[in-house]
């Protein structure tokens, strides 16, 4: 009952403080902007996917026309080696868009995002491996990233519970209402937890109102996304807690309010800012990232010398492949030049994949061990789960890369096995030739051990300072 | 009667345990920072420079072959890295690391280290860069938010006044009590940096001036924000309003910033996709002449022109093989077309460059930020002129080989070979980075935005003193 | 009902309070009266368990402080020279918050009869505290004590900065509360003050009870001979 009244006094007390309804209207305006800055991102990845798509459609109702035509033996005013009959003609001409399109909370997070892109096209000749996903930007933007929700969440929201919470004990202390207080029969550590969990319910609840009606802003569904949006606002709700707590010990030491805003302060950069780069950094020393300029010296070295023997490649290439090899050797040959392009393609790839694939093994080893620091600091862990709800983070992109690589196979394998049986392209085949398209399941759910992880942190700090104030001390407080 | 004050602030500040407990804190940070810096910087450099020897190798070592299809092979430019970088790493993460340099394509920069780092690295790493744009101008917010503050709030002041003593010469002694303390340890730190780049082997390539006008850069950075300190703290009433403004401008100028500009200028000035831009490229090169098809209507043009031009009337007579002639004039059209692209990408950047300027009116960060990077080779405006270099060489490589195969070979005779003593005689790729007069030059406009904010703020703080009341 | 037991503490070796003995019965008012630090609050705050004494004991009915925090804290009402409460709550909201905390339960028209009791005028209740003075600050301190049903009162100087009436009606109703069986402990200043309302004055000095007498045994003027004669 002591409890309800607290209660009940503390809202009225937060009611009627100006200050809240002016912070909470300041995080719903920084909130609907960077949901609007995460809606233009959006619509940046997805409007050249959306065109280079209908691109595609065109280019291949026009194709098939052309294939019609040319089938018919009527004139076109193609070059011969555009000849849409010409197998390699369609697989390097006819490229399918493997876009990698925006999930559908994308929005909330930037991540990795501007540092790749969402669209390439695996061709014929090319090599899926060497194919580049960067995006063209201003480095200097990549460096000061976005002004996303992201970022609201990770390191504006930490400092607006710090400002609701720092001096809720001190500023009784200095105004004098605190001698009454503690001359109460009541628990001082369950009299400030009660307020602070007064304040906890006050700001979740402006909190969670302010990220989903920012999300609605931007017309997203909330309800058709229930469940990714249920799982943020519960990653957000851990890691306030977290603060919470933190403020919790702070405001039990006892000292001034200025010195409670000064350790606060100090913590938030400690936690948000400096951990984070420390654990990077320890990440960079300890398990550096295998060298990129050493693989292109051994990749160059391994191409030079397959070109080499590039002569008797497609002898040996047949022996390889027998089932490839012209049953009848009188046929006449469609594509001589070609079946030895790959060949020699085959046999670089040869030289040269073991070194990718070595690399790229070395980097996931390094990743995985990284990502096992995130656990270190509440702020990596809540960035992880925004990334992952978001669709944007590494894990993602770099099972994008190896889908897209497994594709320019599948093409590979649509197009070589024709060309060697001397084929031409028919009309009806454009319409089953293999397309992309990207599988989210494919990738590692972390959001489970994350939350577990952050709601471990929201509760160590409570739970922490009841053992360390089991017996308060006010004299301590009052006297200091 | 300044200094007197200024002694007396400074040994407040020192026997003050919030300053020594940060300031011992930013010290260590600054120290590793600096030192696995230099760890980092002997790294890569050690990396490119094995790599560049080994591509230089794979070049020259070329068997004898078609000077095209050795322009097809290519070769790599590495982008060094320069000993400040130790103090401040700028964009390096976010630009790659080498250009492929190949016949007919002006290849982007590739391999940018944040694409093979987790999203951690976002948050930033442990530079001092990170230190002493981030942290410090905090350390000062936290040591002088209440230094006059606390004197209203205790009553000092009234006492003070009551001596006689000019509110000026109280604030340029609480002044110089908040910037002397953290200038000496800036100072130390420079030191320090001073002689680990002294002790470094490629000395070569280090200025001594440049690490003096960075640490003046950094010096005006910290007089702004004690300026700004002092302000807030002669007009706020209370301690605690003092600290909230100033922390709130710390995250406006510092995070807030940096983050809005960022997002405005991607919404006014775009840089088109890779897709966009190849398209375009492709778009243009569609038009014109293409190297490898002589059925083309610009190469047919070009035939008649030279052929008219020798007094022939087939391409055979010609005292050159036209084929190589006219690769060499494709790619010379190609390169026209990519500089006209680039010159496009770079009005943008440019565009985009000066928006970061005028928002610099708002935050002291940003032209800190930027002039440190400058002058630690590692902002944008220096991967572009790498890239442009690289691109020159690319062209004096392709005329080289373009020439031997026009020169050496006849009409329709693809089976040329040419001398491997060829290879050779294209010297390596020497890339020299812009002159540091250039780099200043450049950043003219930074240097005046960092001054003007230390004038302004000068000026507002010496108004709000005169003004001080109890 | 109030009881210190050759009660001291100290800080850092410098004694705040030596030996103190003193028992205060349902219905006394016992006034202590001393010198600035000479160790008035200190029992106070010693009562209240806001510090830990570093010798001897006090207590409250039939409990130590020190082992019966909360149970004491259930008998005894404090209010502070200065009483502060929260300025954005009215004074009826004040006390109902307060009385909460100890555990009672009140109706408006019940918390309301209180503040009528404690001499609060009745067009005040509903007003925020931010507008009341100090008089009206500790009348709205009276009532959460009354509220509260407590045994024991504790007052640091609670007439300091008081003007003389609103002094004198506080008089008045420590001397109700008292006839009620309320044991009062009263750390003051004012000589006439003690004299009128207190039933026994001690005198302190140096953290040392140096003198203890009832108010009958003594006229005014011999009072403030005798305190003067201890401070000198």
Redesign the interface.
Known sequence: MANRQQFKYEWLGLLRDRWVLILSLLLLLVCIYAAYNGKEKVAERNQPIAKAMDEMKASDEQYKALIDSVAQGLKTNLPAWQNPQRLNVIGQRAARVAAFESQPLALVSTGQSDLFTHLVKPRLYGEALTLGFSELSNPVQLLFGNFDLAFVCIYLLPLLILAFSYNVLSAEKESGALRLTLAQPIQVTQWLLNKLLLRFVVLAVIVVIAFNVSLMTTGLNVVSEFSPVMKITLALLAYMLFWFGLSFWVNLRGQSSGSNAVVLVSLWVLIVLLIPAMISQLANNLYPVPSRVGMISELRYAEAEAQKNANQILESYYRDHPELAPTDTSAQKLYPFWLSYFASQDEIRKAVNPILSEYESQLHKQQQTVDQLRFLSPAVLLQNIFNESAGTSSRHYNSYRQQVVVFAGEWKNYFLPRMFRNELMKKEWMDELPHFSFDANKIEKQYTADVLALLLYGFAGFVLSFLLYRNYVTEKVLLT | MVLKIASKEMKEVLRDG?FRV?SALCLV?LL??VF?GK??YE?VNA??R??AE??RL?WV???AKNPHSAAH?GT?A?KPKYPMSLIDQ??D??????IYLEAHVRN?A??????????????????PD?ILL??LP?LII?VGF?AITREKENGTLRLLQSMGISPLNLALGKWLGIFIPVAALLAFIFLLAAWLLNNLSDFGTFSLSALLILFSVYLLYYAVFSNLVLIVSAWAKK??IA??IL?SAW?VAC??M??????L???LY????????MEAVNEDKKKGLDGHDP?NDAAKKLEQEVLAEHGVDSVHKLPFNFDGYLMQKGEEHEAEIFFKHYEH?KEI?EK??SL?KNAAILSPFLPARFLSMALCRT??HS?WHFSDEAEKYRLHMMNALNMDFADNSTYGDWSYKSNPELWAKIEPFDYNPPTYASVLAFNAGNFTVLIFWFLISGVVLVYRCKKLKV | MLEARNLSKSYNGTAALQGLNLLVKPGDIFCLLGANGAGKTTTINLFLNFIEPSGGEAVIGEYRVTDAPLETKKLLAYIPENLMLYPNLTGIENLDYFSSLAGKKYNQQELGKFLAEAGLQEDAHAKRINTYSKGMRQKVGIAISLAKQAKVLLLDEPTSGLDPKASNEFAALLKKLSQQGVATLMATHDLFRAKETGTHIGIMKEGKLVETLTTEQINHADLEKLYLQHMN
């Open positions: 919030r940060l940070l590793v920072a696995s760890r980092y790294h990396q490119h094995d790599a080994k591509e794979n070592s070329q068997d092979y790599h590495f700028g964009v993460k976010y630009t790659g690391v080498s982007e590739q391999f940018m280290a944040a694409q093979d780092q987790t999203a951690l690295s976002r948050f930033g790493d442990l530079t990170f981030f942290l905090l936290l209440n301690s605690s600290f909230v922390l995250i995070l807030g940096p983050k809005l500009t960022t997002n200028a991607n919404t775009p840089y088109p996709t890779q897709q966009e831009f059925w990408l950047y985009q460059s970061y902002d944008y991967h």
